[in-house]
């Protein structure tokens, strides 16, 4: 999957569309997600140009990888969640059914969040 330029993602950080941010600082974003799948769900996107996590743990800079997975924790904290626990997750490509071509993390919380996947017959 190539990147997007139009991408709702990439929208949301041109200030094209709004959103509700949660965290912010050089090279990351975290907003909540409009069809939220848990009391909490929030998403934490770097700001570069990266599609998924291979596209990014291959070309972004060890500064963005750290902002990244910092930024998690730090949404645990912000949202209120770390004690209670959380879930992240991250979808790429087809059978992961990512809908936004532009890497994203996942944070679910607020109450208890199930099985991790659902299994197959
Ligand atoms: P994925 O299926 O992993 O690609 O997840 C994409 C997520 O983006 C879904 O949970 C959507 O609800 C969410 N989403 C789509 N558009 C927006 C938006 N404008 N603001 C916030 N979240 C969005």
Redesign the pocket.
């Known amino acids: 999957m190539s990147y997007d330029d139009n991408n ?2 990439a ?2 950080l041109r200030g094209e ?1 709004p ?2 941010k949660v965290f912010e600082d050089a090279h990351t974003l975290a ?7 848990a009391p909490i ?1 929030t ?1 934490v996107i770097p700001k570069g140009k990266y599609v998924s996590m291979k596209d990014f743990s291959e070309k972004a800079s060890d500064a963005e990888i750290a902002a990244l997975w910092r930024a998690v924790g730090k949404v645990s904290e912000l949202k209120g969640i770390k004690d209670s626990g959380y879930r992240t ?3 790429a490509g087809v059978n ?6 532009h890497l ?1 993390i ?1 944070v679910f919380g607020g109450g208890p969040l199930g099985p991790m996947l659902v299994k197959k017959s």
């Open positions: 709702i993602f929208r949301i569309i959103c509700r907003f909540d997600d409009i069809n939220p799948q769900h998403l997750l991250s979808n992961a059914h990512q809908e936004v071509p994203h996942h």
